[in-house]
């Protein structure tokens, strides 16, 4: 049977390029700051931000953590989003590691408004803990991949800063959101004190997210990298693919999007689904059953060949990558209509 995966674009596979490269990349002892690859590769990660400096890391999440763990202190309070991933998917990462309290504020498709956030941010008293850091998400992935403008960041940063906290953008999908706008990614980055981005999810590396910041914001988050464990070694084997990620796999993004709002419209035809369309701006479509669990629906689905995920009881998300075709749509949208049917 034929597999239509839509559970995620991280189960993308490299491409021929990346396994060629990897095979031939040139490497060293990382840990030692002596890996060539690696090094060319967060310096390209660096320079499409538009910061100084990169780090390789193993996954977004550890990107993501890292980055709490160098910009805050044991009791401080990170104001998030409140469906954002470093809370809702990181496995209680913020108390484990950085000890730091989350604040959140109720979003609108993922995006705060400022006047909640100023809201959000208390003054100097001994009774709160003080507020630290503002972790912003673009693209917003429980909010369907909803894409947060320059103007929005940059006000949302701008009232964080006024009060002295440093902001942190988890980019996992920054170039689907800055394809979607025909933006430069470093507009997106410019107001935050760090970002991270994810190789291994559209741009379909098979492992990496870099964290990028000022060079000594970086040099900082590589001594908290190695404090859990992220010191690798020759890790070239892995940024070799990283690179051939963000030499070509950037640009294609564009028709992962096209095939998102193909199946949005698919979906949309039939009264058995529920789907906000304003929010299917890239690679991700959320979608609400009218009728039966979307438990046991995926279960259905699995069955046929098409897998997709439960992100909540009437709730399943599908997300498009360079695996899946316009037929591949086709075919998966006939099959959900066909197994939603069987709910009557
Ligand atoms: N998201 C994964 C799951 O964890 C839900 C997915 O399938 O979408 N930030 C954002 C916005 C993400 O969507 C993800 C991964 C991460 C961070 C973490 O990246 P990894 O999985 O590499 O730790």
Redesign the pocket.
């Known amino acids: 049977m034929r597999i239509i995966d839509l559970?995620?674009?991280?189960v993308t596979v490299p491409t021929p390029a990346m396994r060629e490269a990897m095979a031939r990349a040139e490497v060293g002892d990382d840990v030692y700051g002596e890996d060539p690859t690696v090094i060319r590769l967060e310096e390209m990660a660096a320079a499409r931000m538009g910061k100084e400096a990169g780090l390789l890391c193993v996954?977004?999440?550890?990107?993501?953590q890292v980055a709490v763990m160098t910009h805050t202190r044991r009791g401080d309070e990170v104001i998030l989003e409140e469906e954002a991933?470093?809370y809702y998917?990181?496995a209680g990462a913020l108390a484990v590691l950085s000890g730091v309290q989350p604040r959140l504020v109720k979003g609108q498709r993922g995006m705060m408004d400022p006047d909640d956030l100023a809201r959000a941010i208390r003054p100097s008293n001994i009774h709160y803990p003080p507020p630290r850091l503002l972790c912003l998400?673009n693209?917003?992935?429980r909010a369907g991949g909803t894409v947060m403008t320059p103007a929005l960041t940059r006000v949302l940063a701008d009232v964080a800063h006024e009060r002295g906290l440093a902001v942190h953008l988890?980019g996992?999908?920054i170039f689907n959101a800055a394809v979607h706008l025909g933006c430069d990614p470093r507009e997106l980055a410019a107001p935050a004190d760090s970002v991270?981005f994810?190789l291994?999810?559209g741009l379909a590396a098979p492992v990496g997210?870099v964290l990028c910041g000022s060079r000594e914001f970086i040099e900082r988050a590589r001594r908290n990298r190695k404090i859990v464990g992220g010191g690798m070694r020759q890790a070239g084997v892995i940024a070799a693919a990283g690179v051939v990620a963000l030499e070509t796999m950037v640009d294609r993004l564009a028709e992962d999007h096209a095939h998102a709002r193909l199946l949005a419209d698919l979906l949309s035809e039939d009264p058995l689904f529920r789907v906000d369309r304003e929010t299917v701006q890239t690679n991700i479509v959320l979608c609400w059953l009218t009728r039966g669990d979307a438990f046991a629906y995926v279960r259905r689905l699995a069955a046929r060949g098409v897998k997709v995920?439960a992100t909540g009881p009437d709730r399943i998300r599908l997300?498009t990558h360079k695996d899946v075709a316009r037929a591949d749509i086709e075919e998966a949208a006939a099959i959900m209509k066909e197994e939603a049917g069987r709910f009557a």
């Not at 996954?59 to 993501?64: I, Y």
């Open positions: 559970r995620s674009d991280t996954s977004g999440t550890m990107a993501n991933h470093i998917y990181e998400e693209t917003h992935n988890d996992a999908r991270m994810c291994s999810k997210s995920n997300v």
